[in-house]
């Protein structure tokens, strides 16, 4: 076992040494892909996953652990160590083609871009890195299942903070921590599982839905930008909790379906003063968070609420924070409209002088997000709907779908995957994504094809 085990590391290691000295296309990397995803998919079939990591200068694979063996493998280790990955997880059902886009991402060091965020951005799900640590959520356990587990327990201990809240009680900071661990992992691990359920329109527990939307949300904005650690949880922290204020706003105020009144208006305008001193008097909150409750509804221009505050500069968070917390609403059904299709969305955020949001945070959360996000439902120009499952990293017009049903609106019996990229014989596009399509009007949850 342990000669099988020596043979994949060196095939990994051998396989990186390749990519690092020649182009994708040559014959010798092409080779390496092929003789590692053998190696990979025969260890597979005996094993839910494969975890190659580093324990000091050894190399561990799930539970067998190699000595400093031979300079190849010194290589091997001092490589994954200048790039800061303690751990490879491989998954079932590794592709060729994506072993052959993982080692030319590692391989890359001039790209100024994380390499999970390149990773998650060229649809690479199943060879993920990480670092050797003890979270409350196992990193092995990754894709859209880990990640709705996360999720669900999240959406339920977001309620539980709120009734704290809202019975007068301090809300409970540790509750609110365990979120955001679970959070941060899941962001850094598999971002592209964890967007892909913040899509979901649901609205029967919108305001714990809004709560743990709006960190995740946030959190990605913030590893986009090289946060992470305590101060990336502290981002989250304060996102989960920006709206707390409005524990105490009544329901008709929140839940009104038309035009609020003056009145109403002053008394939906006061969560946020609200929210800054429930924080603010909670033992252990960070500092981040009542800021952030207090600042989330101000513009770069200072104009919205709450008025007259005098001179100052939008914290960061706060700018993260408002992007996140306006796009998930207005995408997001309500009792008393419909949830807005993401281009729509785009559109109204990203108007001309709109002096609500800070425009190069907003071009950034926009390249983050992608014209079609992973999980949303397209038609293409053939009249075919599927589900598109990976964003093609230079051209976010022409993402990878699933094709769910075939013109006639008849569910397919075998779903295929199209590229909407490759072009065909004659150098032209033979299918292109033309429309998001509501899930609902096709009775279809993204999250069960993915």
Same mark, same amino acid.
């Given at each position: 076992?342990?000669?099988?085990?020596?043979?994949?590391?060196?095939?990994?290691?051998?396989?990186?040494?390749?990519?690092?000295?020649?182009?994708?296309?040559?014959?010798?990397?092409?080779?390496?892909?092929?003789?590692?995803?053998?190696?990979? =998919?025969?260890?597979?079939?005996?094993?839910?996953?494969?975890?190659?990591?580093? %324990?000091?200068?050894?190399?561990?694979?799930?539970?067998?652990?190699?000595? !400093?063996?031979?300079?190849?493998?010194?290589? *091997?280790?001092?490589?994954?160590?200048?790039?800061?990955?303690?751990?490879?997880?491989?998954?079932?059902?590794?592709?060729?083609?994506?072993?052959?886009? *993982?080692?030319?991402?590692?391989?890359?060091?001039?790209?100024?871009?994380?390499? %999970?965020?390149?990773?998650?951005?060229? +649809?690479?799900?199943?060879?993920?890195?990480?670092?050797?640590?003890?979270?409350?959520? $196992?990193?092995? #356990?990754?894709?859209?299942?880990?990640?709705?587990?996360?999720?669900?327990?999240?959406?339920?201990? #977001? &309620?539980?903070?709120?009734?704290?809240? @809202?019975? +007068?009680? !301090?809300?409970?900071?540790?509750?609110?921590? !365990?979120?955001?661990?679970?959070?941060?992992?899941?962001? =850094?691990?598999?971002?592209?599982?964890?967007?892909?359920?913040?899509?979901?329109?649901?609205?029967?527990?919108?305001?714990?839905?809004?709560?743990?939307?709006?960190?995740?949300?946030?959190?990605?904005?913030?590893?986009?930008?090289?946060?992470?650690?305590?101060?990336?949880? &502290? *981002?989250?922290?304060?996102?989960?909790?920006?709206?707390?204020?409005?524990?105490?706003? $009544?329901?008709?105020?929140?839940? @009104?379906?038309?035009?609020?009144?003056?009145?109403?208006?002053?008394?939906?305008?006061?969560?946020?003063?609200?929210?800054?001193?429930?924080?603010?008097?909670?033992?252990?909150?960070?500092?981040?968070?009542?800021?952030?409750?207090?600042?989330?509804?101000?513009?770069?221009?200072?104009?919205?609420?709450?008025?007259?505050?005098?001179?100052?500069?939008?914290?960061?968070?706060?700018?993260?924070?408002?992007?996140?917390?306006?796009?998930?609403?207005?995408?997001?059904?309500?009792?008393?409209?419909?949830?807005?299709? =993401?281009?729509?969305?785009?559109?109204?955020?990203?108007?001309?002088?709109?002096?609500?949001?800070?425009?190069?945070?907003?071009?950034?959360?926009?390249?983050?997000?992608?014209?079609?996000?992973? +999980?949303?439902?397209?038609?293409?120009?053939?009249?075919?709907?599927?589900?598109?499952?990976? &964003?093609?990293?230079?051209?976010? *017009?022409?993402?990878?779908?699933?094709?769910?049903?075939?013109?006639?609106?008849?569910?397919?019996?075998? &779903?295929?995957?199209?590229?909407?990229?490759?072009?065909?014989?004659?150098?032209?596009?033979?299918?292109?994504?033309?429309?998001?399509?509501?899930?609902?009007? %096709?009775?279809?949850?993204?999250?069960?094809?993915?």
């Amino acid at each position: 076992m342990t000669r099988n085990v020596e043979d994949l590391v060196r095939r990994l290691a051998a396989a990186l040494r390749a990519a690092e000295l020649y182009a994708p296309q040559h014959p010798l990397v092409q080779r390496s892909v092929t003789a590692l995803t053998a190696a990979l =998919t025969t260890h597979l079939t005996e094993a839910p996953t494969v975890v190659v990591g580093l %324990i000091g200068d050894d190399v561990v694979v799930n539970e067998t652990r190699l000595g !400093k063996g031979s300079a190849s493998l010194t290589g *091997f280790v001092r490589g994954l160590r200048d790039r800061e990955i303690e751990k490879i997880t491989f998954h079932p059902g590794i592709t060729a083609d994506e072993i052959r886009i *993982f080692l030319s991402e590692v391989a890359d060091r001039r790209a100024r871009t994380p390499l %999970i965020d390149r990773l998650a951005t060229r +649809g690479v799900r199943r060879a993920v890195i990480g670092k050797l640590s003890v979270e409350d959520t $196992p990193q092995d #356990a990754l894709g859209i299942e880990a990640a709705r587990r996360v999720y669900g327990t999240a959406v339920s201990s #977001a &309620e539980s903070l709120w009734q704290q809240a @809202k019975a +007068g009680e !301090k809300p409970n900071p540790e509750d609110a921590r !365990k979120i955001i661990d679970s959070l941060a992992n899941i962001v =850094t691990q598999d971002r592209t599982s964890l967007m892909a359920l913040t899509a979901l329109k649901k609205y029967d527990n919108y305001t714990f839905t809004h709560m743990v939307n709006v960190a995740a949300l946030s959190m990605a904005q913030a590893r986009a930008l090289n946060l992470e650690g305590p101060l990336l949880r &502290e *981002f989250g922290f304060a996102a989960l909790m920006h709206d707390i204020g409005k524990v105490n706003t $009544p329901l008709e105020v929140l839940n @009104k379906p038309g035009k609020l009144t003056v009145e109403e208006f002053k008394v939906m305008k006061m969560h946020v003063v609200d929210g800054a001193h429930i924080l603010r008097r909670t033992p252990e909150m960070p500092a981040l968070a009542p800021v952030v409750a207090f600042e989330h509804h101000l513009r770069q221009d200072l104009s919205g609420y709450p008025e007259n505050i005098g001179h100052r500069k939008l914290n960061l968070c706060t700018q993260i924070v408002s992007i996140a917390d306006v796009f998930d609403a207005l995408r997001s059904n309500r009792p008393y409209r419909e949830g807005l299709a =993401t281009a729509r969305i785009r559109s109204i955020m990203g108007e001309q002088g709109n002096p609500a949001f800070n425009q190069t945070l907003l071009r950034r959360f926009v390249n983050l997000m992608g014209l079609f996000p992973i +999980g949303t439902i397209v038609r293409l120009n053939t009249d075919e709907v599927g589900v598109v499952t990976a &964003e093609h990293p230079e051209d976010p *017009f022409r993402p990878q779908v699933k094709i769910l049903f075939d013109p006639q609106g008849s569910r397919l019996e075998y &779903e295929s995957l199209v590229n909407t990229w490759e072009r065909d014989s004659r150098g032209t596009f033979p299918k292109a994504v033309i429309e998001s399509v509501d899930p609902d009007s %096709i009775e279809l949850d993204p999250l069960t094809v993915l």
